[in-house]
């Protein structure tokens, strides 16, 4: 057997291991059950791929995301090791194939989504190899109490029953001790080998600032640290809105959500990966195996979901280990803003029973029917049809796909179909006349043999790539060309596809997950009042109270985040009068924002703060539509 140190300089060129890398690799080899709990950017990929590579036989990797198996299958195969992944979309026989290949083909590593494990095909041929190790990735989704629960897996026992004797490796970056216990439990561990490193950033500095003009401020900060910078926003209106406030600033600045054409995305992540742009401006939909080294700030503009997703996200600064920062703006209207967000906008299981049932009708599924159906899916419209508000609507499908009784994927790309109905000749005369068209049309006609005869369907964004422009204008000019008679087109406005997991039986298939619906939704509930709790409390180092949450004790405070640096900064002794008449006297010349008044007068932030409110409160103050403040009889 190769010497794991042997293994990571032969395929990887490292020369040492990173923290615990090596005893949870040693207590793998010798046929643990294996715990490992390492940050973000610790290195956990390779404490179940050098194993697996020192051992005989296949590894299952179990894995939730099909983005981040594809990126490590492709590495592997890079690095000449053989590895495949078992995603959606494939045909059975195509399965029957890449399965036959691990059993016989030398297939060194198995990736699979947990919701494979439920096809008995699969499961035939998993009994069939040589199962060296069992890898369980994102180990927190196991549990009902993590981040990202997914029922389907629990189905990973089931590997436990076809590979008695393989051990499992179960491997988190974010996992609360209720969630660490809830993992042994389900898979089911006996006296596991865990390993945990600290999830402490000492080069990191947690600020929670009060700001009413969150504007102004990510302004100063990123004129002040002009390195590299990620902002997370609430909604994809926002990262446009911010990325071109902060460009008229002259801070270069792109954006990123969800919502964006891959191209784009890709993109606006190279200007920003590179430097060209300082600042990324983003939905959480960015940053998942984001491993930028020089990030010096990551601000959220709003409040983040929980602290969970806030460590994650807040972790992707500093990772050169210079002293970095990540900042949370909040105002008095935040508290209110994330309540709305995420918990009025918690689907009921009547809200989903109705979803579930329009959502048949919608495709006309007959009961009973339906598994395994895929559907072509306008979101916008179906909310319209039904009168379904957009959020809740959205949720309740999430909470379908999570439980898999449906798949949601989003393709975000127009579906378009068109025929050329004028003459050839007609269509050359027209492009003598309309240049800015030419090169579209020409592509298309290289593009798409019967294009003159029959229907066809058109990949716009290729259409784009080939006549060097973007998809946007690809559509307005077809839309032209309809208008003016030359093509008939067909342009769906279809975002989405639906697969039906599960045969439609109405109320009975959502009172199978009802429990857990509801389990969910109290727990979302926890997670933000935890968040609410941690920007409200200003006794506590910072970074102790993140660790704290994570399990950790005995935490030395930081020295450094905002409790700190305002505990230890010298103040003018309080004298309230003083203070009060101050205020007062400011705000009789003109009035002022709490940030203007902070800079103005010689006591500390809190003081100030606290005096403002207590005039607020005593109605000598009050606040106008531009969160100034003015006297209240002026
Ligand atoms: P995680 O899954 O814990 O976020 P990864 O497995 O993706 O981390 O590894 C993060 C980065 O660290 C990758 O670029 C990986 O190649 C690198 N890495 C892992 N182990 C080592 C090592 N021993 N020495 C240097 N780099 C390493």
Redesign the pocket.
Known sequence: MQHPINI?ERY?N?????PL?EDIINAVIEGEDTFAL?????????CFQIPALAKEGICIVISPLVALMKNQVERLQEQGIKAMALTSGISSQQIDTMLDNCIYGNYKFLYLSPERLQQELVQDRIKQMNVNLIAVDEAHCISQWGNDFRPAYKNIMLLRQLQPSANVIA?T?SATPKVVEDIIKELDFINPKIFKQSFSRPNLAYLVLHEDDKYYRIESILKKYTASSIIYVRNRKLTLEISSFLEKKGITATYYHGGLPNNEKDAHMQQWLNNQKQVMVATNAFGM?I?KPDVKTVIHFNLPESIESYFQEAGRVGRNGEKAFAVILKNNSDEQLVKNQFLSVLPTIDFIKQVYRKLSNYFQIPYGEGAYSTCDFDFNSFCKTYNFGNMLCYNALLLLDRTSIINLSKQFQNQVSLQITASNSVVFRYLETHHDKVLIVKSMLRMYGGIFDHDTKINTLRVAEKASTKEVVVISVLKQLQKDEIIALNLSKTDAQITFIEPREDDKTINRIADMIEQQNNLKKLQVNAVLDYIKNDDICKSVQLLSYFGEKNVNPCGICSVCTTTKKPSKTLNTKTLKNQIIELLETKDLSSREMISMLDYSEKDIKDMIQMLLEHSIISITKTNTYKLFHK
Do not use: I, R
């Not at 490292?14 to 990173?18: A, G, L």
């Not at 390492?38 to 390779?46: E, Q």
């Open positions: 990571l990887w490292f020369t040492e291991f990173k890398q390492l940050p973000t950017g610790g290195g956990k990929s390779l491997l970056a195996g491993d």
